[in-house]
């Protein structure tokens, strides 16, 4: 999953990015209100974090235009934590609030519920026929013994397991699954695809040709 965080202090948005690259998340980083709503209407993202006192643009008037043209759920961070300030936060259109400070264990579990429920699940277990994803502890099991995946693989069952029974494109995986600076070999999405299927079945992720993956129970 991909998450863009938009914020202007440095250390803060660092140790942010970093917790959220260390728990698998794809992360771009913006550090002023411009920057952010180009990044935020340019890609696609799965949540985006996003501060509301920012220089050039500030974060209300960011999500405003965001909302014109995307859905991509909001997350809003703030030292300010004031009642009109989160109502008119959820007004315009963010999805979730968070004031600082604010623990990072429960950024990075108001993210993951966000990104559910954007994907219409509800719960953080997705079971496709004997295989069940964890997304809480981003887990894979068949047969309810462990899968030994790797991060990217992990990732790449995720992306495919909250969208079950619809079809992804290679070019979303790509999108959603590797961050603006990824750009090293080792995104050969087909390559990853292909030690999945040894690790939980050759059927488990079903391709359509020339279109992109299908999982379905
Ligand atoms: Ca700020």
């Known amino acids: 999953m991909r998450v863009l965080v938009v914020e202007d202090e440095p250390e803060l948005l660092q140790v942010t990015a970093q917790t959220l690259r260390e728990s698998g998340f794809a992360v771009d980083e913006a550090a002023d209100g411009e920057e952010g709503l180009y990044k935020a209407t340019t890609w696609e993202y799965d949540a985006i974090v996003l501060d509301l006192m920012l220089p050039k643009i500030d974060g209300w008037t960011l999500l405003g235009k965001l909302r014109k043209k995307k859905k991509t759920p909001v997350l809003i961070l703030s030292a300010r934590d004031g009642v009109r300030d989160r109502v008119q936060g959820l007004d315009i259109g963010a999805d979730d609030y968070l004031v600082k400070p604010f623990e990072l264990s429960e950024l990075l579990a108001r993210l993951r519920a966000l990104i559910r429920r954007a994907a219409g699940q509800a719960l953080p277990q997705i079971k496709i026929g004997d295989v069940t994803v964890d997304t809480r502890t981003r887990t894979v099991t068949k047969d309810g013994s462990l899968a030994d995946l790797t991060g990217r693989e992990y990732a790449i069952v995720e992306c495919l397991a909250l969208q079950r029974g619809g079809l992804v494109t290679r070019?979303?995986?790509?999108?959603?699954?590797?961050?603006?600076?990824?750009?090293?070999?080792?995104?050969?999405?087909?390559?990853?695809?292909?030690?999945?299927?040894?690790?939980?079945?050759?059927?488990?992720i079903k391709t359509r040709r020339g279109q992109g993956y299908i999982v379905d129970d």
């Open 171 to 204: 070019t979303y995986l790509y999108e959603h699954i590797f961050d603006e600076n990824d750009d090293s070999l080792s995104n050969l999405i087909e390559v990853h695809v292909s030690n999945i299927r040894k690790k939980l079945g050759k059927d488990f």
